[in-house]
């Protein structure tokens, strides 16, 4: 079936520093890949997007490359700042955004 | 901006009653969607809704749960007789009728605890 798989638990990269979030996905079909992000106390948000295989995408500093041939869409930075800080969800869509399949989440927790 | 709002945003309930969590998406969206968040662990489609009635649904949504649009703006999701493991955050979320736009919006959640 559908299914995402991502860095587990907690990073604990300190201000500055660049970060990678690992997402593999698993589906036969051609999917669109997403990162959100979830403050506490809200709702997943999409935080970017990329439609097709060799898409970047690109919000705030953070990108992520949609590569078929990996089946994968790492989310990197260069420099991540205590603003940064929240829970990463890398999430794919394979029927026209019908439903989400969503990883399991990456808790981002920046020290100042 | 627009937004998906969801009330409660805590609701707490004895095991075995019945309970509605309400929703009212963004007005000119007409996909509606339910998802749950157990404390921790990942967000889990449940169930999509478009022209009155269930376009899918995950194995998750038996027959404990339903869903109903029951005027023009709120989207509602019940579940008959609720179950400790039915805990959970639970979130709505409305798309644009143009995919192009991807308006995918969810809500801020209602957190059910069954006691």
């Known amino acids: 079936g559908d299914s995402v798989v991502q860095t587990e638990g907690q990073v604990l990269p300190s201000e500055g520093d660049s970060l990678i979030v690992n997402c593999s996905y698993e589906t036969t079909q051609y999917p669109s890949l997403f990162w959100y992000v979830q403050y506490p106390g809200e709702g997943p948000q999409l935080h970017l997007k990329?439609?097709?295989?060799?898409d970047k995408g690109r919000n705030k500093g953070f990108e992520a490359m949609y590569r078929k041939e990996t089946t994968s869409f790492h989310l990197e930075k260069d420099s991540v700042q205590e603003s940064d800080s929240a829970v990463y969800f890398c999430?794919?869509?394979?029927?026209?955004?019908?439903?989400?399949?969503f990883g399991s989440g990456t808790k981002l927790n920046v020290k100042p | 901006e627009p937004e998906v709002t969801q009330t409660p945003s805590h609701q707490v309930t004895q095991m075995g009653q019945e309970v509605i969590l309400r929703c009212v998406p963004i007005?000119?969206?007409?996909?509606f969607y339910w998802y749950r968040q157990i404390l921790g662990q990942k967000v889990e489609f449940l169930v999509s809704?478009?022209?009155?009635?269930?376009?899918?649904k995950s194995e998750i949504f038996d027959d404990q749960f339903s869903v109903e649009r029951p005027d023009g703006s709120n989207f509602t999701l019940k579940i008959r007789s609720t179950k400790l493991e039915d805990s959970a955050m639970y979130f709505c979320a409305s798309s644009d009728p143009d995919i192009s736009n991807y308006g995918y919006t969810f809500g801020s959640g209602t957190r059910l605890t069954v006691v």
């Open positions: 007005s000119n969206h007409l996909y």
């Open positions: 999430a794919l869509s394979v029927d026209n955004f019908n439903k989400f399949y």
């Open positions: 990329a439609m097709k295989a060799n």
């Open positions: 809704f478009y022209n009155n009635e269930i376009s899918e």
